[in-house]
């Protein structure tokens, strides 16, 4: 059907007379992901055209001559499974190679997924239970390790999307012990100012900066300021008199907040939702910065490499690299 010209146009008639989608049949590339399911998925659906161009006496003849292995029930039969069962793996695919908001937070929540959809049932057929146990062998290997599954368990837990999948008080002790060590001076010593100088040289210019510091203008007080003086004198003064919380303690008020917070549908960004919630939850929301800027998978910057290769073309082999990296970037980001 690939090869062949008439086959070609035959099976598009058949596809006219039975009213099916008029769509090429594909193949399975080895090294293309999801290439077999999509090649079987086509295969289902343009079985009937398949079948009736095969008898057309216009392919009869070449088909006899090559001598083509029939297809029976059986095969068809495990054909449909193979795909109604493969359909959730080539979604999960799409959603952890995808470039926009492909978080690592929803790793685990789809693995949940993935898990009981693999579970073998008692009316599975032995068709279906043996992919389903040799699919399942080699993705419950996957994220194994420690360090990985504690940071993929907060990375979670900081997802507003997928906050109940994993919801244990250990992995919110986890949090709250990361949002403290991040807002302590400590934490903030260790780090580089904006400008590439250490904390005790910014101190130094910040001292410098500070020996003149310019008068402020006073301004005049509205008409209602002065009618209510009394009241805001008070009011400021007993808001001076309260204790300042620790950080431990605004950590903890942000932690339940957070967990009080419905969570929300996965169609929604996760980073937009943090940074509309930049002011309510102040430190979780640089914390869940650190997490879910980590990718789920590394599709996205093996896309770059592809886009790279097809930018710098023998044809354009004498391309300045400063060229070559703005149309890279601009390619990926317009």
């Not at 055209?49 to 088909?63: E, N, S, T």
């Amino acid at each position: 059907m690939k090869r062949s010209h008439m086959a070609k146009v035959v099976l598009k008639e058949k596809q006219q007379l039975l009213e099916l989608p008029q769509h090429m049949l594909l193949l399975d590339v080895r090294t293309r992901w999801n290439s077999l399911f999509l090649m079987m998925e086509r295969f289902c659906e343009q079985f009937s055209a398949i079948q009736a161009a095969a008898v057309d006496p216009r392919l009869r003849k070449p088909m006899e001559k090559d001598k083509l292995a029939r297809i029976g029930n059986e095969d068809l039969r495990k054909a449909e499974e193979f795909v109604l069962l493969m359909r959730m793996h080539y979604t999960s695919t799409l959603a952890v190679s995808s470039e926009k908001n492909p978080t690592c937070g929803q790793i685990l929540p789809i693995l949940q997924k993935l898990s009981r959809h693999y579970t073998v049932q008692a009316e599975d057929s032995a068709f279906t239970r043996s992919i389903k146990e040799n699919i399942w062998n080699d993705l419950s290997k996957r994220y194994q390790d420690d360090i990985v599954q504690a940071f993929l368990e907060e990375a979670t837990v900081l997802d507003p999307r997928f906050k109940s999948k994993v919801d244990m008080d250990e992995i919110w002790d986890r949090v709250r012990a990361a949002a403290v060590a991040a807002n302590t001076p400590a934490a903030a010593a260790g780090e580089l100012t904006e400008w590439g100088a250490t904390p005790r040289q910014a101190e130094e210019e910040d001292e410098e900066e500070d020996e003149y510091t310019p008068p402020v203008k006073q301004q005049k007080k509205t008409a209602l300021e002065e009618l209510f003086e009394e009241e805001d004198s008070e009011l400021i003064s007993v808001q001076q008199q309260k204790t300042p919380l620790s950080i431990t303690q605004r950590v903890d008020q942000e932690v339940q907040l957070y967990r009080s917070l419905p969570p929300i549908p996965t169609k929604d960004s996760a980073t937009l939702w943090w940074w509309m919630k930049r002011d309510t939850l102040p430190m979780l929301s640089a914390l869940a910065e650190k997490y879910l800027c980590v990718q789920a998978s590394s599709t996205p910057s093996e896309r770059v490499f592809s886009t790279a290769g097809d930018t710098l073309s023998p044809e354009r082999s004498r391309i300045l690299p400063e060229k070559a990296n703005m149309l890279i970037f601009l390619h990926k980001n317009c």
